[in-house]
């Protein structure tokens, strides 16, 4: 099999959860486009539905990506609240995240909204962030590899290997989102090894060798390069640290 891990290409995106008003938030993209130093990763961030539009012009012309942190599966009608994958690509969103553990387990999405809501981001042209992650409960019982695969299967099964090329997978353990507790550098790598062997068996080797399976929970600045160091870790996906330019910039130059 080829060397496909050094082309794959670092992928770091800040996910600013429900933080950051749309001046709040042009002031912290403006902050890391004016402090990201030219390097191998791609990095974006995510703000909240509100901000997007401002940030979208912050970023606009600079090598910073624009993110959504979730979508509902339907293209327009009567969805109150709601938000579709075309208004987010019309918004220069180019990354979408689904299925994040806070979306799973504080707003009840289930593998199938999840596989919905991955169908309509790829239907729109954009990049599909599918967020997979055990809990404490379920790691503790030896089931944290089974979730996974789990979950994965459930958000991609049937796909083509054509299809699924845009698609990028975040490991998130929920017992490390905002805990300040990280899984060790060779959990991580376990876990995204697992993870990138289910992806070949569900749309093929080439497919999963190109795809990029990016960590989250609690990373930061001083723990990046370690979890990065894994052969299968091809990113990172941040929460509570990309909430500040300097702190964000310091994960993202680790990275490369
Ligand atoms: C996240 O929001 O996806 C996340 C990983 O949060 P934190 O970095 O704060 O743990």
């Known amino acids: 099999m080829p060397d ?132 404490l409960e379920q790691r503790d019982a030896g089931r944290a590899e089974d979730v996974v695969r789990e979950q994965l299967e459930a958000a991609v099964r049937g796909l083509s290997d054509a299809r699924l090329a845009p698609l990028l997978v975040a490991y998130e353990p929920v017992w490390a989102i905002g805990t300040g507790r990280t899984a060790t550098p060779d959990t991580a790598e376990t876990m995204h090894r697992v993870i990138r062997s289910s992806l070949a068996a569900l749309a093929g080797p080439a497919a999963a060798e190109r795809m990029p399976i990016l960590y989250g929970g609690s990373v930061k600045g001083d723990n990046a390069g370690a979890i990065l160091s894994g052969a299968n870790v091809d990113g990172l996906l941040v929460g509570g640290a990309s909430l500040r330019a300097d702190s964000f910039l310091d994960i993202c130059h680790a990275a490369g």
């Open 4 to 135: 496909q891990e050094s082309t794959r290409r670092t992928v770091v995106i800040g996910n600013w959860k429900m933080h950051k008003t749309g001046a709040e938030g042009v002031a912290l993209a403006a902050g890391i486009v004016a402090g990201l130093r030219p390097g191998r990763a791609e990095v974006a961030v995510a703000p909240p539905f509100t901000a997007l539009a401002p940030v979208a012009a912050a970023i606009r012309g600079s090598s910073v990506a624009l993110a959504a942190q979730d979508v509902f599966h339907e293209r327009e009608g009567a969805f109150t609240g709601a938000v579709s994958a075309p208004m987010l690509a019309a918004t220069g969103c180019s990354i979408v995240l689904v299925g994040h553990s806070e979306r799973r387990h504080v707003f009840g999405d289930g593998d199938e909204d999840v596989r919905r809501k991955a169908l309509s981001v790829l239907g729109a042209g954009m990049r599909p962030v599918v967020c997979v992650g055990e809990t």
